[in-house]
């Protein structure tokens, strides 16, 4: 399983960006796939999940509302929206994939064995 993650950026608070994680190496309809991010010196923060066996997402309290999975077609990676992003966005943000069906336990790091590399997101006030 490989992911890359693009879609890296610096906006002003209030902007949006789109974030893609390009995967190959694995069965679509098996796998969640989720975004974690992280900032210096802090634990890795699960931010949302999106499960490919039946399109159903997941978001943390501090993204809801704010960030959301989109799809262009059936069976495609999905883009991850952020808008009305804050300097608290600020973080390098990684895709992961994992076989687990409908995200379940799917907030954790350790549930996860594939990493991109990871992609930064600034926002500035």
């Known amino acids: 399983v490989t992911l890359v993650e693009s879609g890296r950026g610096t906006v002003q608070a209030g902007g949006s960006l789109i974030l893609s994680c390009h995967g190959s190496g694995f069965h679509y309809g098996s796998y969640s796939l989720a975004w974690f991010r992280q900032i210096p010196e802090k634990e890795r923060e699960w931010v949302a999940c999106?499960?490919?066996?039946?399109?159903?997402?997941y978001y943390s309290p501090s993204v809801k509302g704010r960030f959301a999975f989109s799809q262009d077609g059936v069976q495609t990676m999905p883009l991850f929206q952020m808008s009305d992003l804050g300097p608290e966005d600020t973080a390098m943000y990684h895709c992961a994939a994992e076989r687990l069906r409908g995200c379940i336990g799917g907030s954790h790091p350790g549930a996860y064995n594939h990493w991109g590399r990871g992609t930064q997101v600034t926002v500035s006030s």
């Open positions: 999106f499960s490919t066996s039946n399109q159903r997402t």
